[in-house]
Protein backbone atom coordinates (compact mmCIF):
# COMPACT_ATOMS: atom_id res chain seq x y z
CA UNK A 1 0.00 0.00 0.00
CA UNK A 2 1.13 3.52 -0.76
CA UNK A 3 -0.61 6.57 0.68
CA UNK A 4 0.58 10.02 1.38
CA UNK A 5 -0.41 12.02 4.42
CA UNK A 6 0.30 15.30 4.70
CA UNK A 7 -0.09 17.25 8.68
CA UNK A 8 -3.05 17.98 10.60
CA UNK A 9 -5.04 15.49 8.86
CA UNK A 10 -7.90 13.40 11.30
CA UNK A 11 -8.93 10.82 10.33
CA UNK A 12 -11.96 8.63 12.23
CA UNK A 13 -14.03 5.76 12.42
CA UNK A 14 -16.50 7.13 14.93
CA UNK A 15 -18.53 10.08 16.45
CA UNK A 16 -17.52 8.72 20.10
CA UNK A 17 -21.17 8.57 21.09
CA UNK A 18 -24.34 7.86 20.10
CA UNK A 19 -27.24 9.68 18.78
CA UNK A 20 -30.82 7.87 18.89
CA UNK A 21 -29.59 4.86 19.19
CA UNK A 22 -27.70 5.32 15.90
CA UNK A 23 -24.27 3.20 15.22
CA UNK A 24 -21.56 5.54 15.72
CA UNK A 25 -18.78 3.35 14.02
CA UNK A 26 -18.39 2.60 10.19
CA UNK A 27 -15.35 1.35 8.33
CA UNK A 28 -12.98 4.08 6.59
CA UNK A 29 -11.41 2.25 3.53
CA UNK A 30 -8.14 4.21 2.00
CA UNK A 31 -7.40 2.51 -1.63
CA UNK A 32 -3.31 2.49 -2.64
CA UNK A 33 -1.52 5.53 -4.32
CA UNK A 34 -3.62 7.98 -2.62
CA UNK A 35 -2.68 11.48 -1.28
CA UNK A 36 -4.66 13.59 1.77
CA UNK A 37 -3.43 16.66 1.66
CA UNK A 38 -3.12 18.80 4.57
CA UNK A 39 -5.76 20.14 7.08
CA UNK A 40 -8.39 17.27 6.19
CA UNK A 41 -10.87 15.62 8.00
CA UNK A 42 -11.82 12.10 6.49
CA UNK A 43 -14.84 10.48 8.69
CA UNK A 44 -16.85 7.24 9.21
CA UNK A 45 -17.68 5.60 5.95
CA UNK A 46 -15.60 7.49 3.58
CA UNK A 47 -14.27 5.00 0.78
CA UNK A 48 -11.36 6.38 -1.32
CA UNK A 49 -10.75 4.65 -4.35
CA UNK A 50 -7.23 4.03 -5.47
CA UNK A 51 -4.93 6.87 -6.87
CA UNK A 52 -7.08 9.82 -5.73
CA UNK A 53 -6.17 12.97 -4.47
CA UNK A 54 -7.96 14.87 -1.11
CA UNK A 55 -7.09 18.94 -1.81
CA UNK A 56 -6.56 20.70 1.59
CA UNK A 57 -9.30 21.58 3.64
CA UNK A 58 -11.54 18.95 2.34
CA UNK A 59 -14.09 17.01 4.78
CA UNK A 60 -15.37 13.37 3.46
CA UNK A 61 -18.16 11.59 5.06
CA UNK A 62 -20.00 8.44 4.43
CA UNK A 63 -19.06 9.10 0.52
CA UNK A 64 -17.81 6.64 -1.85
CA UNK A 65 -14.71 7.97 -4.17
CA UNK A 66 -13.85 6.35 -7.23
CA UNK A 67 -10.20 5.41 -8.17
CA UNK A 68 -8.78 8.43 -10.37
CA UNK A 69 -10.43 11.24 -8.97
CA UNK A 70 -9.41 14.87 -7.26
CA UNK A 71 -12.02 15.46 -4.09
CA UNK A 72 -12.44 18.77 -2.41
CA UNK A 73 -14.95 21.02 -0.62
CA UNK A 74 -16.83 20.76 2.60
CA UNK A 75 -18.86 18.72 1.97
CA UNK A 76 -15.49 17.25 -0.06
CA UNK A 77 -17.31 16.39 -3.93
CA UNK A 78 -15.69 15.00 -6.91
CA UNK A 79 -13.56 18.26 -8.70
CA UNK A 80 -11.66 16.11 -11.12
CA UNK A 81 -11.81 12.34 -12.75
CA UNK A 82 -9.18 10.30 -14.38
CA UNK A 83 -6.12 12.16 -13.28
CA UNK A 84 -3.19 9.67 -12.62
Known sequence: MD???AWDVFISDSD???ILGQNYQK???IGDH???ANNNQ???GS???NSCIVASFSKGCNKIYPDNVLV???PAKIIKTNIE
Open 3 to 5: FLC
Open 16 to 18: WHT
Open 27 to 29: DIT
Open 34 to 36: VWI
Open 42 to 44: ILK
Open 47 to 49: IIG
Open 72 to 74: AGI
